[in-house]
């Protein structure tokens, strides 16, 4: 089974800046994605970045240009450095990947982190 550990939350004033770190461990075969969705209270999930094992990189519009995604693929680790964050942005962010687990490494999942708050207030 392929598990997920986020870390970095916390809060933060408008304007200010964190980073988000995720590790995926586990009967890893291959990621085929790895990335950070996020639920605002009252709304529905939704995708803030994700990159391929090519480099290739999706951004949700409210966030370009203030967030990056980065990953190390020798660790299966993701990371999400936020600037300039806003009230908006106050969400429970989940680390995602999409990969081959070697129990089913000829079809791929989905898999979740639990999940960590960033809240953004002054």
């Known amino acids: 089974q392929v598990q997920l550990v986020e870390s970095g939350g916390g809060l933060v004033q408008p304007g200010g800046s964190l980073r988000l770190s995720c590790a995926a461990s586990?009967?890893?075969?291959?990621?085929?994605?790895m990335g950070w969705y996020r639920r605002a209270p009252g709304d529905q999930r939704e995708l803030v970045a994700t990159r391929n094992a090519g480099g290739g990189t999706k951004y949700a519009d409210s966030v370009k240009g203030r967030f990056t995604i980065s990953r190390d693929n020798a660790k299966n680790a993701v990371y999400l450095q936020m600037n300039s964050l806003k009230p908006e942005d106050t969400a429970v962010y989940y680390c995602y990947t999409r990969a081959y687990s070697q129990a089913l490494a000829t079809s791929w999942g989905d898999y979740w982190g639990q999940g960590t708050q960033v809240t953004v207030s002054s």
């Open positions: 586990g009967s890893i075969f291959r990621i085929i994605d």
